[in-house]
């Protein structure tokens, strides 16, 4: 048993796969396997950059003999065949990567993320890869390196990996291991600008990775307290600030939403201040995060079929927590504070009711109608206490609402804001991420559905435009005068199909590449 009661468990996080930038060609690299780009032409299969020393080792008819096995160059299409004479390496994997662009012009980034990410999945079990896409410049190597990267993660927490089997059952053997190193070919090892990317890529697929496993994690292994036990480890080795309100604390300072959400569960919640500063910094971000580490929906019990993914629903949290690492691990010039809103959401005699009246951090008082819109009870209090350090800006991330899922779709996230030209600065900064989001409205004639006769307000309106009626309530709780924008990633957060890309099953590590790059462009001073 661990000190915290739980059972032991493998509590090794993060997939570590190398990075190596190589000089060595296609065809004299040692490895399992190298991996080219294929594309789709007007007239069939063609060969992607990067790949000429293998074409030349098939005597130049690598596309035609990729179209007889069936291969046509589609986004993700993996295709495996045995090397030719010449080549090192056994194996020769040709990915995807779609459409080929116009002459002249270079594959998108996303592109390139996407086929290195299949190429990695593909490759499970292998101890080393040439990967030999188009890599014509700093950015697109660092495409390359964070797709396959982010597409070799593999969670492995809770299998035997390979230790004896006490009770008679098979090991797992190296077979289901991740993709062991990645040798960037064309990668300039003493380039500055290669190295850097290189660099930003292994600290921000770590960090996303992180969050993928805190996402993982059953629920009775990841509760409030084990939750804030991790920020409080991190921050010892990454030389952050961490502050955690236990249930007195907050009961002392008034923390109502918290404590209204966390009040069924025998795991009681946690307020996570964690933070990182730059001696260079004159812009400061605060970063809000809901982390209901399990939400049944409390006394507003979830119907049948909706439970069994809900340990996800600390998704915005584990993308705050590994956004502020990263920030630390890349050493941005930039002051960024992360607030974690932990709690339990749990149907118990001591549960909140619907009709109970919660005041909460702020000194608003809130009607709850609906204990499983819970979220933005936590993230309120959160706000609120963000607020009162004045920082410039305030984003909070939060698996809030099915109203988004059925919006935007399970890959895409909502982005509502305060300001116009914040909100259209966080779209544009996701987009070049790489992660899929959208700018939605915030009407005001929503608002009035939240009135309440025995409150300041309810924590339900309308139920056409729930997630924008979610946003609206949150904005009661942002200080005066602060820029704030609100990412609903309720569909993103969690994949719950067959991996695709970079994406895998199950925790997505949604939200950190567009909180890092948010955090990068400030620091830059790009956003004013």
Known sequence: ??????PGRNRTLITVTALTLSTSSAATLRADAVVVGVAKGAKGVVVAPG??????????????????????????????????????????LAVGLGDAPAKGDGFGHEALRRAAGSAARALTGSKKAGFALPVEDAEAAAAVSEGALLGAYSYAANRDNGAANDKGGKKNDAKSAPLGEVALLGGKPRDKEFKAAAARSEALAAE???ARDLINMPPNDLDPKTFAA??????????????????????????????GVGQGSQA???????????????KTLALVGKGITYD??????????????????????????????AAARLGLAVNLTGWLALAENMPSGSATRPGDVLTMYSGKTVEVLNTDAEGRLVLADALTRASEESPDAIVDVATLTGAMVLALGHRTFGIMANDDAFRTSVHEIAEEAGEQSWPMPMPSELRKGMDSPVADLANMGERMGGGLVAGLFLKEFVGEGITW????????????????GYTPKGGTGSAVRTLVR??????????G
């Open 296 to 325: 049944s929906g409390g006394i507003s019990l979830k119907p049948a079929g909706h439970n069994e993914t809900m340990k996800c629903d600390m998704s915005g949290a584990a993308a705050v927590f590994a956004t502020v690492v």
């Open 208 to 210: 996303v990775n992180r």
């Open 1 to 6: 048993m661990r000190a915290d009661g739980f």
């Open 51 to 92: 790949a000429e020393a293998v074409d030349k080792a098939f005597g130049g008819k690598l596309a035609a003999v990729l179209e007889t096995l069936g291969a046509s160059g589609a986004e993700g299409e993996v295709t495996k065949l045995p090397a030719a004479d010449g080549l090192k390496a056994p194996v020769v």
């Open 485 to 500: 924008a609100h990412l609903d990633i309720a569909g993103p957060a969690f994949h719950e199909g067959a991996p695709w």
């Open 518 to 527: 948010l955090a990068e462009r400030t620091a830059a001073g790009d956003l």
């Open 268 to 282: 009681p919640p946690r307020l996570v201040r964690i933070a990182y500063t730059h001696p260079k910094a004159d």
């Open 230 to 259: 991790e920020a409080q480890a991190a921050a010892k080795e990454f030389g952050l600030k961490v502050e955690v309100l236990d249930e007195k604390a907050l009961k002392k300072g008034g923390y109502g939403g918290l404590l």
